[in-house]
């Protein structure tokens, strides 16, 4: 059966207290609302439709530059759920399948939920996600009668038997999407709310002679996010999950509670990450790879066997080959680093090519940028640069070359040559012990007054 999704994100979220809408507010550095799409992505949908309202623009950007198949149509005035979806009817003109609502708000739902949402298409019309919730407080009760599900009640509507009901409406529902809107025109705003309720539907389909059942999930996959607290409170979950998923794939976290993942991070088995590490959007770590304390990575690779840090940050575009060595202080941009090559201590690398065997020495700086324009640094295998090196870009050291240390490289080194560009060192014979003599000499006349 084809799927389409109707993704909720019209709402403002006043009590995030915020300019940015709600469902831009970002948990493992992907905005809310990807992640509910990225647990449906795995129904292969055929359709997916956003409903934006408060910064629709800035809403619509931000899903257009997760994925360009997401159709945005837009909710004028926020007058209820069943509203929001019948928005989207026209974006689904033609599509013939079942349709899951999902909320841009409530981003831990998982594939396996979803899943078993569509399958009990199979026994009713409407489908509604529900969960037993711990302290039900103000979410909509389901009415069940049996295996049916009678209605939904909202906690404003609901009379006093109704709210000590523990079976709590998500707000997911399944339906054939022309059924679904035949439906969802039917509802009406007469409520405590004045609103349009989504979950009237169930009521209505049962005199229109359709039917509706529930399936559960925990409450964790329903958490919805309305305050920075609830945020922090997901982000936390979020990191928890990934480290659990770290961890079952054969990564080593020393300190798991300290090392902090992007929805995107991959890390390959037999990997150790140590204590104080943070992945930023887009990195991949292969296997074997040591990230040691106190790394930041992002937009990086970093291939097989290669040690990272401690201290080490690697920032987007880093491209580190086999075996690579970056230790403390090393900060790598935009550049490849080739196999075996070591940048061990308090460098800076950016828009750079290093072929492999290399050795960059201690505190050598590809000077990139002119002010305007960045420029680019080709190193060649098996080359040797000397502490302290300014390779001054646009620049390129040969295969087997050397730089002296201290040098200012502005011209190019060929193959195996030996660059020196500092000034040539002058001794003077006993001048030191003259020079100490004069000035304490001094310092005593001083002090007598
Ligand atoms: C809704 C359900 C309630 C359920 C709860 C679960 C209704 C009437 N009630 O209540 O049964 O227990 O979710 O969290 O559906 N939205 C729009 N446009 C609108 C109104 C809402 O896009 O006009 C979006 C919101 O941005 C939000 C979602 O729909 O993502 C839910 O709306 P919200 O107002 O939070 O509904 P609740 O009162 O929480
Ligand atoms: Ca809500």
């Known amino acids: 059966m084809p799927t389409a999704f109707i993704l909720l994100a019209a709402g403002k979220g006043s009590r995030m207290n915020s300019e940015l809408p709600k469902v831009l507010h970002q948990i493992g550095n992907e905005p809310l609302f990807a992640h509910a799409l990225k647990a449906g992505r795995t129904l292969n949908p055929e359709r997916i439709v956003a409903v934006v309202g408060h910064g629709g623009d800035l809403v619509s950007k931000a899903a257009k530059a997760i994925s360009d198949d997401i159709a945005i149509v837009q909710q004028l005035e926020q007058l209820g759920t069943a509203h929001a979806v019948l928005q989207a009817r026209e974006a689904l003109d033609g599509f013939d399948g079942d349709v899951v609502i999902l909320y841009g708000d409530t981003p831990f739902i998982s594939e396996d939920t979803l899943e078993k949402m569509t399958k009990a298409r199979a026994n009713a019309d409407v489908v509604v996600l529900g969960f037993e919730a711990d302290d039900p407080a103000r979410y909509g009760r389901l009415v069940m009668d049996g295996d049916k599900l009678s209605r939904i009640v909202e906690f404003k509507d609901a009379t006093k038997e109704e709210k000590e009901i523990t079976l709590c409406n998500s707000g997911l529902v399944c339906a054939d999407a022309s059924v679904l809107f035949e439906l969802l025109e039917k509802v009406g705003n007469d409520n405590a709310a004045g609103e349009y309720y989504l979950p009237d539907v169930v009521e209505i389909a049962w005199n229109n002679g359709k039917t509706a059942t529930s399936v559960t999930c925990d409450e964790s996959e329903t958490l919805g996010i309305n305050t ?117 201590h308090l460098s800076y690398v950016g828009d750079a090519e290093i072929g492999a065997g290399t050795n960059v020495g201690a505190g050598t700086i590809t000077c990139n940028y002119d002010g305007v324009f960045k420029h680019k640094t080709t190193i060649g295998d098996h080359a040797f640069i000397g502490s302290n090196t300014m390779l001054v870009a646009p620049v390129s050291i040969g295969d087997h070359a050397m730089t002296a240390s201290g040098s200012v490289i502005t011209n190019n080194v060929e193959n195996e040559a030996l660059a020196i560009a500092r000034a040539k060192q002058v001794n003077k014979t006993g001048l030191a012990k003259r020079m100490f003599d004069k000035l304490r000499s001094l310092k005593a006349k001083k002090s007598e007054g």
């Not at 097989?304 to 920032?315: D, F, Q």
């Open 228 to 344: 920075r607290s609830e945020l922090a409170k997901a982000e936390n979950l979020f990191q928890e999950i990934k480290r659990t998923e770290a961890l079952e794939n054969g990564v080593t976290l020393i300190a798991p509670q300290t090392v902090f993942f992007s929805m995107d991070t991959v890390v390959g088995r037999d990997s150790i990450i140590e204590p104080n590490v943070v992945f930023g959007p887009q990195v991949t770590v292969e296997s074997g790879v040591k990230i040691r304390a106190f790394s930041h990575l992002e937009g990086c690779h970093v291939s097989l066997g290669s040690s990272v840090g401690p201290y080490a940050r690697l920032r987007p575009g880093a491209e580190l080959s086999n075996n690579t060595h970056v230790g403390n202080f090393v900060e790598i941009k935009n550049a490849i680093i080739g196999e075996g090559t070591k940048v061990n």
